[in-house]
């Protein structure tokens, strides 16, 4: 099975309407060419799980300037001032998450859970809505998976199964997005033979990975 | 009362980085307590967590050297010291939210008698979204605030956050540019003044109750 | 009815392995389940899960080449293919709960026509634990039973497990040396039966009901 | 803070009673020379968390042997007769958990969870005392966080701050162990210098580890 596709032929698995999942910190680790691709197909009323919506020219900055996103799910917006304003004109559903339980619901997804129970948020407005369980007299919010139609990576070596290897401060996000999303595609900065990852090295392993993009 | 806005900001770091011991793991909040890096103590030797993905946070590279795969926590360019380790948010956050934190260090807009803090939010205003600080208040060992004692003149320590918490009851010290006060749980210590400034100053910048320790003494910076 | 040991393994393992797809990722239990990989068609590349923390299990190493540090689940020397992948129990288990494991093939004590199996325990008798036969058949996209039609002439697969369960409802197909047995909404469908056997023999090997296809074959093995 | 003891310096941690999480499967990535040193050191009535019990002359399998021993957590104990004879005979106390929840447990306890959802053990008899919580239609079991007093790891390469990258197979349940207990202790194939790990290829960050043991 070849996984490879160019970034245009990638781009095209991602519909209208779809919830996407981004790899990325304030863009780092994120794949800008297929950010890119998505916007020049004028992709719409996408829903975005990320950790946050990046600068208004970097990362999945760029869809919300282009107008790719309806709806974001993420954990912070102020590095993009086009977020905020979106939102303040209901142009743009927001919903934030602390960062540690955004990544908890993603990998919750991943992992078969039905969710988990954290001490975030109690007492706070990330209360509202969730159903709250004590154990051991401390109470937790029980947060819920994160699921997504599609994810897209960005991965530092690739090898042509699928093995995914991610260089320093680019890993963030990708490894838990990988596991958490019907269609997984990684945009490589490096495409290897398979055999020359290491396998004690690889982060995400081959299966979670349908489409290597180039 | 120290009038002077660096001045102000150095007494603040400085103190602040008297708290921390050696071996401590620390996430220092972007903005001022990302200076209390400059202020550590000889002979202590702390690791800096960045919650983007990784511990052993360095100086800031210069102009020309940076590594695009390495940024901290605001997106900027950033270094690791060697025997630093990259991670996944899940793995950041693990060590946040599993109590192996040692210390973070947070601006704050509000903290009140009990502890609460809010950071994160002035509704209608002003909505970054509570990124890590919902996650690093509520996970850390110890939640250290260090901001200006007051917001253009208006107490921020007050009887009751009026404004979205970021967390309830988890602050346990605050340092500010006019004084040091411990979260206790009959309430706020005072145990540190600034230079210059009288306790008379500090109590009438504070809507809070303070309870005036027996030691009361004045920063060592 | 075929007789010899050897071949009604042989001919169990052989039919398994005609349900695997290319790209599937495998789970074979230790036993009778692993010599599944000895007969996967040609053009059709699997990779094996092992649930100790990798995929691309490889043959096993020849007698003096074992490397210590790679065993399989069942603790034994075992090999890694190019491009296969290591990591942690969580990891493992985050492919086999999450929904990643196309296919795990297991042995059973019992199986009923509600899909329900019992392979981990008689009480008082054995009790090895489940290990990760739980996470594996609750799960695994599609779960395979491999076993015997019956023990000692006793039927396995019965109207209701009588034994403790280690899954509710959780098996899709049933391959033995008489029979392939689909679990279905109606109940269990009579697919194939094997060579050399008669469909009252396996009528008459089996406690639960069985609806007959309408297309029922003889295994091609 | 220079944290390499000797192995019987840091087998002298664990006390009578605690409780000891234990890295490895049947007995790979086991820390064999910190069990001897346990053993020798006539230390009792440990409660043991573990993925199983080994072999008789193998990994953790020893403590058994050894009447180490008096309460185990563990996913499977069919490779080492003797615990089962124990079991059978009341004189040990035996906590069956199905693997993937047993991992999920530890890593809870690591991350400050206060549990997790899952649908493992729905229908059997892993459901026993459990409280079941149903989210959109779905039942699942509620599982509790699992935390030790001590952990014993084995690393592969560990540098003299403590972090620690696992070989293959033997990395298994050493990174959670690492992250849910008091005192964490890893036993050493290799020491080297701080700095020779690339950041990249750590396992086990160091601010886990509190004792390097060679």
Redesign the interface.
Known sequence: ?DKIRTIDEAASYIKDGMTVAVGG?????TPEKLIDAVIAKGIKDLTLIC??T??PDKGVGKWVVNRVVSRII??????NPET?RQ?NAGELEVE?V???????RV????????????????????EEGKEK?T?NG?E?L?E?PLKADVALLKG?IV?K?G?IY???????????MA??ADLVIVEAEKIVE??E?D?????T????VDIIAK | MIQDKDRKREVIVKRVAQELKDGDLVNLGIGMPTLVANYIPEGIDILLHSENGFIGLGPNPEPGKEDLDIVNAGGLPASVVPGGAFFDSAMSFTIIRGGHLDVTVLGALQVDQEGNLANWMIPGKMVPGMGGAMDLVAGARKVIISMEHTAKGAPKILKKCNLPLTAEKEVDLIVTDMAVIEVTPKGLLLTELAPETTLEEVISATEAELIISENLKVMNV
């Open positions: 099975m910190f304030i863009g780092a680790g950790n946050d990046a600068l993420v954990s912070h917006i102020g590095t905020g939102m934030l602390p960062q540690g339980t955004l990544a908890e990998r919750a997804a991943g992992a078969g859970l039905g969710g988990i129970l954290t001490p975030t948020g109690i007492g706070t407005v990330a369980i154990v401390k937790y029980l819920l530092s090898d199964k093995n991610y260089k320093k401060a680019t890993r963030n996000f990708n490894p838990l596991t958490a398979v055999g990852l396998p004690t090295d690889v982060m392993p081959s299966i979670f």
